[in-house]
Every structure is written in structure tokens, then in C-alpha cells.
């Protein structure tokens, strides 16, 4: 019995000799770093698309030498949904051969982003009505509005600030509050239009607001309550 265990022993490392445990490695492919970042950079504009946004990609950490089977590779590129595609993030990389997945990686990605953004020619005070000798429109770094500047000129001017605005800096939405064109109980017109009908019914505001800001009016011909657009200092407008 000794020596049928000894003869099996013997044969069992022969075998571990003919076939070393590093024969499967044959069957691997290293990822190339180039497709890595193909995916990255794929994945970016796909985030960013429509946005007017010019990103580049300052870091990424790439992994060295990973290796997967041989066959069709993809990678899948997933990131947080909060994540707005600019700044430092951590990001998975999921790698699939033919369909099956075989890697799932974290990377670190580091992107720097320029946008079209509102900002002050001169140092504006709290308190300002914006009016457009005060800004002008500029492209600029995000990250120096904090990912959250006013983009068009129109969405500032008219606007008070609620803080003060240093010379070039960007405005944000935070920082600004519609001036009350209509205050509570002033008469206004209501005008309620489609394609082919314009009604006009004369109303009184129950809320002040600014130009574009939802209030609720009285109609006076109906004493009903009912929401309204402003329009102007004047006049508010009703779908139907």
C-alpha cells in the first residue's frame, strides 16, 4: 500500500512538471493602456455632450498590465450620477471578454472643464440691479464658479445680487433673486392666448414676483384664484 501511494505521489508532481501553473497565462492578452483611455475619454464626451463644455482630461490613474483573456474585450466606463463631469472623481472600469465580465477596476480620473459663464467687469455690490454694462460673457474654468455659474446674460440682468461680486468673478445663480416687478395685491392684466385666441381679463396679484417667476391672481371678472406667468411690470399670462 506504501509503496501504490509513493508510485502516485510520483506521478502526480510529473504531471505538475509537464504542465507548470503558469501554462494558462498563455491564453491572456494584456489590456492595452490606449484602449483604456479611449473608453475614458469616450465616456466623458458622452457625459458632457450638449453642453457647450471644452474638457480635457488633467489625470488618470491608469492600471498597469492588466491582463484578461484572449477574445472581444469592451470596457465599460460607470461613474457616480451625481458626478457632473468635471473635477476629481472615482470612477469602475468593467472589463467583459466575449460578454463575460472579467475585470472590475477603480481608477481616478481628474478633468478640468471651460465654460461659456456671467461675469461682473467690475467689483458689483450687494444689493445691485444687474444691468448689462455690469457683466460680460466669458469662458472660463468651472471649477471657478464651483461648477455652478450663470451661463447667459439674460439670466442676470434685471436680477439683484445677494452678495457682493468681485471684478471678474463669476456669477452664480445662488447669488442672485428676481426684483419684484408685481407686488401683492396690484391690478394687472391676464391674458390667456394659444395659436388662434388672445382673451385679456383684468386681475389682482395675490404674490409679488419678477419677470418670469409663477404668482396667483385673482381674476376679478371670476374671483377665481388661479397661477400666472409674469410677463411684465403689468401683465401675466395664463395657458389654455
Same mark, same amino acid.
Given at each position: 500500500?506504501?509503496?501504490?501511494?509513493?508510485?502516485?505521489l510520483?506521478?502526480?508532481l510529473s &504531471? &505538475?512538471?509537464?504542465?507548470?501553473?503558469?501554462a494558462?497565462?498563455?491564453d491572456q492578452?494584456?489590456?492595452?493602456?490606449?484602449?483604456? *483611455?479611449t473608453?475614458?475619454?469616450?465616456? !466623458?464626451?458622452?457625459?458632457?455632450?450638449g453642453?457647450?463644455?471644452t474638457?480635457s482630461?488633467?489625470?488618470?490613474?491608469?492600471?498597469k =498590465?492588466?491582463?484578461?483573456?484572449?477574445?472581444?474585450s469592451?470596457?465599460e466606463?460607470?461613474?457616480?450620477?451625481?458626478?457632473?463631469?468635471?473635477?476629481?472623481?472615482?470612477?469602475v472600469?468593467v472589463?467583459?471578454?466575449?460578454g463575460?465580465?472579467?475585470?472590475?477596476l477603480?481608477?481616478?480620473?481628474?478633468?478640468?472643464a471651460?465654460?461659456?459663464m456671467?461675469?461682473a467687469k467690475?467689483?458689483? !455690490?450687494?444689493?445691485?440691479i444687474?444691468?448689462?454694462?455690469?457683466i460680460?460673457?466669458?469662458?472660463?474654468?468651472?471649477?471657478?464658479? =464651483?461648477g455652478?455659474?450663470?451661463? /447667459? !446674460?439674460?439670466?442676470?440682468?434685471?436680477?439683484?445680487l *445677494?452678495?457682493?461680486?468681485?471684478a471678474g468673478s463669476?456669477?452664480?445663480?445662488?447669488?442672485?433673486?428676481a426684483?419684484?416687478?408685481?407686488?401683492s395685491?396690484?391690478l394687472v392684466t391676464i391674458?390667456?392666448e /394659444?395659436?388662434?385666441?388672445r382673451i385679456?381679463?383684468?386681475?389682482?396679484?395675490?404674490?409679488?414676483?419678477?419677470? =418670469?417667476d409663477?404668482?396667483?391672481?385673482?381674476?376679478?371678472?371670476? /374671483?377665481?384664484?388661479i397661477?400666472?406667468?409674469? !410677463?411684465d411690470?403689468s401683465t401675466v399670462?395664463? =395657458?389654455f
Amino acid at each position: 500500500m506504501q509503496i501504490i501511494r509513493l508510485i502516485s505521489l510520483f506521478l502526480f508532481l510529473s &504531471l &505538475l512538471h509537464a504542465f507548470p501553473s503558469h501554462a494558462s497565462h498563455a491564453d491572456q492578452v494584456v489590456l492595452p493602456e490606449h484602449e483604456i *483611455r479611449t473608453a475614458v475619454e469616450r465616456f !466623458l464626451a458622452e457625459k458632457v455632450e450638449g453642453r457647450g463644455w471644452t474638457t480635457s482630461i488633467r489625470q488618470l490613474s491608469l492600471p498597469k =498590465g492588466v491582463k484578461v483573456s484572449k477574445g472581444r474585450s469592451d470596457i465599460e466606463i460607470l461613474a457616480p450620477e451625481r458626478w457632473e463631469g468635471w473635477g476629481s472623481i472615482s470612477i469602475v472600469m468593467v472589463v467583459r471578454v466575449n460578454g463575460v465580465v472579467e475585470k472590475n477596476l477603480s481608477l481616478r480620473l481628474n478633468v478640468d472643464a471651460n465654460a461659456d459663464m456671467v461675469v461682473a467687469k467690475r467689483q458689483l !455690490l450687494v444689493g445691485t440691479i444687474i444691468t448689462s454694462d455690469d457683466i460680460q460673457l466669458k469662458r472660463e474654468d468651472l471649477a471657478k464658479a =464651483g461648477g455652478h455659474p450663470v451661463q /447667459n !446674460l439674460e439670466d442676470a440682468i434685471g436680477k439683484k445680487l *445677494r452678495t457682493t461680486v468681485r471684478a471678474g468673478s463669476p456669477l452664480k445663480s445662488s447669488q442672485l433673486v428676481a426684483v419684484p416687478v408685481i407686488v401683492s395685491g396690484q391690478l394687472v392684466t391676464i391674458v390667456a392666448e /394659444n395659436s388662434g385666441i388672445r382673451i385679456t381679463v383684468s386681475g389682482k396679484a395675490r404674490s409679488a414676483g419678477g419677470i =418670469g417667476d409663477l404668482i396667483r391672481v385673482q381674476n376679478l371678472t371670476s /374671483n377665481k384664484e388661479i397661477p400666472a406667468r409674469i !410677463l411684465d411690470a403689468s401683465t401675466v399670462s395664463i =395657458g389654455f
